[in-house]
């Protein structure tokens, strides 16, 4: 560390705090010196010639003279590979027992001395040096896995590799988790590293907080989804493609993925997008479904510092007719941000005020961070270290980090022992009156002015009893703290679905709940990266984010905190928050006019829960995100694939947001069909470019011609709003019902529209023929 940091460092935590930050630095950087030993003398490795190949129900495996390679296909086309003898499981990421291999397909020989895999939807060819080529039925390659090459150490460890990849000309990246440049990942090298960015953060920064080697690509052969399962420190270099002009040759598209240890092993899943993230869900878990009530809007602020200063803002909304549905609490109303406590002097009754709020309909919502206070007479510390809860160095002590309370002790989320034991305080939370809690610095974050604000690498952890270390652990530790609240909250509540979700995590998190950007700055590339997150990330089976509308730090104008209010209120969490030092995020303090146009779009959002429901319902029966780009119907779309400023809201809405100040008209790349401007009602045909009104009281937003939306109507009941299909053309839509917040069974319901002697008629479409419809219907575009 040189004085600049020191300086820095000072002034980000204090004197006092600054020194402790540097001395808990140099301690982790000693931990890895004395744990971690140098590398050393390593040998390379590739696997070498084809030898003798072992055929097995869906595949089998194939061995070189320096290596073994597993191929398995299951009966829904999804593949696996291995190098090594590394196996499905153990894996964080998947949710049980790897899917059944297809008994009808296994090992064969292939040409030029390689083996293939034929199965109904997928084949797997195999080549006499290694290299795994992944197919369409029709022979097709959708994906090209070079020959793997190892570095193990002379002396013993962790052996690292890369894997270089090809994919077609023409194809695009999406997805390694959450990334601010996205939605499509251009050429770059991307970390596979779960990271606090040192503050808040903007559009291009690299890494955040979610990282996940998952490649969604997207090309003319077809989709796929790539998943390298291996949570260790790594990086991901894309390089996209050139088609050849005239009789040129076409340079495909590559990627090459480099780990610093782990096993070399990966699953592909292939299909329509549809298909892929039903795929990927059936393999790594079903999203968790949030409470109806977590789909309204929602405020927090860092900083309330008083029951006095919630209640005044709660009012501030009923007052204005505004809806709320959920106020959340952060860090400082904790007694000095000690999780699992309350500055009983600033909220001398939260239990009262939890009640009070709900009964206006406001839900609290209780930020918890995974840091321990390492101070005896803390109850929670006393009881973790009672119970040998914490990370601990090589020599038995325990690993020590600085955060918000000071000296902290971190949880070991991957022993089953502590997260069982951390998911029975959630208890203390409820009994506050809480009624949901979303996870913070769960990376997990140890300040400092140099260097990973984390863990050392050195950190030993349980890893499911098998033993390991932090390098291992690190990203996966978000994830793991999410499945022991998750799992602590149902057996607390059994009768209602937790409501949870984390800053921080990784492949599978969809199971315990979502997520939201964290700290993104306050600016129009701040709004335009809030976008890219939830796309990415819905694109990776996390179908439930948002951003902090308004950006965390600073003060937004007025204009940029309405369209990104606009924007939010189109996104599946709309929550509202803002740091200790930044400006408020009430609507109401931005002036009259940014007041008005709030309250329609929170209008606008009410109106549309039901539309919500029924997306969240579809996400964890389909694995399909509620936000999903605008090529998700068409991949073959080239001009839809480079589209990367609006997005589909479920099949029946495309929103075109604003992403740069000073907006009242946009160009919207619209998919093939007939879509409705939803405010004027304009009929436009796609595919194409069109330019729409966007001004500052509205963001385009268009309807599939023929969809079939449920929203609410007269007196809260639910209606469907129907938009005239093209004529001589069909529509339709699925509708879900709320059926409370607990876990009772929901009934899909479809409808279809369609011209019959000149008006537009609306069924239901169930197994035993069609039905009347018994709900109020809406007919719109009718004259467009």
């Known amino acids: 560390m040189d004085g600049r940091e020191l300086v820095r460092s000072m002034k980000v935590f204090g004197s006092v705090q600054g020194l402790r930050a540097v001395r808990a630095a ?13 590398r050393g003398r390593e040998r390379a490795r590739v696997p070498g010639p084809v030898g003798e190949a072992v055929p097995a129900p869906g595949g089998g495996t194939v061995h070189f003279a320096r290596s073994a390679l597993r191929i398995s296909v299951s009966a829904g086309g999804t593949v696996f590979w291995g190098w090594d003898g590394a196996e499905p499981l153990p894996s964080y990421a998947l949710a049980g027992e790897p899917p059944e291999p297809d008994a009808r397909a296994a090992l064969e020989p292939d040409t030029d001395g390689g083996w293939r895999v034929v199965s109904e939807r997928v084949t797997v060819a195999v080549s006499r040096h290694g290299a795994v080529e992944v197919r369409t039925p029709g022979g097709v390659v ?53 990271t606090d960015p040192h503050g808040s953060f903007s559009a291009g920064d690299d890494p955040l907080y979610i990282t996940m080697p998952v490649q969604f690509v997207v090309s003319d052969a077809g989709t796929h989804l790539a998943f390298h399962d291996n949570s260790w420190d790594g990086r991901v270099t894309l390089t996209e493609g050139e088609e050849g002009a005239g009789s040129g040759h076409d340079r495909p598209g590559t990627s090459e993925v480099r780990m610093d240890g782990g096993p070399l092993r990966c699953w592909v899943v292939v299909g329509t997008p549809a298909r892929v993230l039903h795929g990927w869900a059936a393999l790594t878990g079903a999203p968790a479904l949030p409470p109806s009530w977590a789909l309204g809007p929602q405020h927090a602020r860092w900083g309330f510092g008083s029951e006095r200063e919630v209640r005044r803002v709660v009012d501030g909304y009923r007052k204005r007719d505004l809806p709320l549905s959920v106020l959340h609490l952060d860090i400082d109303h904790y007694d000095r941000h000690q999780v699992f406590t ?10 009262g005020l939890a009640a009070d709020l709900r009964e206006q309909g406001v839900r609290l919502v209780s930020i918890v961070d995974p840091a321990v206070k390492a101070e005896p007479g803390n109850a929670v510390y006393d009881s973790g270290s009672a119970a040998g809860a914490f990370v601990r160095d090589g020599r038995g002590q325990e690993v020590r980090g600085l955060v918000w309370p000071g000296e902290c002790a971190y949880p070991d989320f991957t022993d089953p022992a502590v997260r069982e034991w951390w998911g029975g305080l959630y208890e203390e939370r409820l009994a506050q009156g809480f009624s949901g809690v979303w996870h913070d610095m769960n990376e997990p974050v140890s300040f400092a002015p140099f260097g990973d604000q984390t863990l050392p690498r050195s950190a030993r952890h349980a890893l499911e009893g098998r033993g390991g270390d932090h390098r291992e652990a690190h990203n996966v530790y978000g994830l793991t703290m999410a499945r022991a609240g998750y799992e602590g909250l149902c057996r607390l509540r059994p009768a ?46 996390v179908p439930y984010s948002g951003p902090d509308v308004g950006g965390f730090d600073g003060d937004p104008s007025p204009e940029l905190f309405l369209r990104w209010f606009q924007l939010g209120a189109w996104l599946p969490l709309f929550r ?21 146009h709030a309250r329609v779009a929170l209008a606008e959002r009410e109106r549309l829960r039901p539309y919500f429901v029924t997306l969240a319902r579809l996400a964890r029966l389909t694995g399909a995100p509620y936000v999903r780009p605008v090529w998700w119907g068409a991949p073959e779309d080239r001009a839809l694939r480079d589209c990367e400023d609006a997005f589909l809201l479920g099949d029946a809405l495309l929103v075109a947001p604003v992403l740069s100040g000073g907006t009242d008209r946009r160009a919207v ?22 330019l729409v009104d966007a001004p500052l ?45 607990g876990w009772e069974p929901a009934e899909i319901e479809r409808y279809a529209s369609r011209w019959a002697d000149g008006r537009v008629v609306v069924e239901r479409v169930t197994d035993d023929g069609v039905r009347e419809v018994e709900l109020p219907v809406r007919v719109r575009g009718v004259d467009g």
């Open 26 to 38: 140099w301690r982790q950087r000693r931990a890895d010196a004395r744990g971690l030993p140098p």
């Open 697 to 741: 009281s509205r963001v385009p937003v268009l309807a599939r011609a023929g969809a079939v939306i449920p929203v609410r109507g007269w007196g809260d009941e639910l209606e469907l709003e129907v938009w005239a299909p093209a004529v001589g053309r069909t529509g339709g839509g699925l509708v879900v019902r709320d059926t409370g917040d």
């Open 142 to 194: 959708l994906r090209r896995d070079l020959p793997p090459r190892w570095w193990e150490p002379v002396g013993g460890g962790p052996a690292r590799w890369v894997q270089r990849s090809e994919v077609p000309a023409d194809a695009r990246f999406f997805g390694l988790g959450g990334r601010s440049g996205g939605p499509r990942l251009r050429n770059g090298s991307y970390r596979l590293w779960n």
């Open 576 to 596: 509202t928050h803002a740091a200790i030092d930044a400006g408020r995020r009430e609507p109401w303090e931005f002036g009259p006019e940014v007041l008005a």
């Open 669 to 690: 790349r619209l998919p093939r069909g007939r879509w409705y401007d939803t405010a004027t009602g304009r009929a436009y045909e796609g595919p194409g470019q069109v």
């Open 342 to 351: 309350v500055d009983r002097e600033r909220f001398p009754d939260l239990p």
């Open 496 to 541: 209602e679905r937790p409501f949870l979700f984390s800053r921080s995590g990784w492949a599978g998190m969809q199971r315990y709940g979502g997520t939201w950007s964290g700290d993104v700055s306050t600016g129009w590339p701040g709004l335009r990266a809030s976008l890219s997150l939830v796309l990415g990330l819905g694109l990776c089976g």
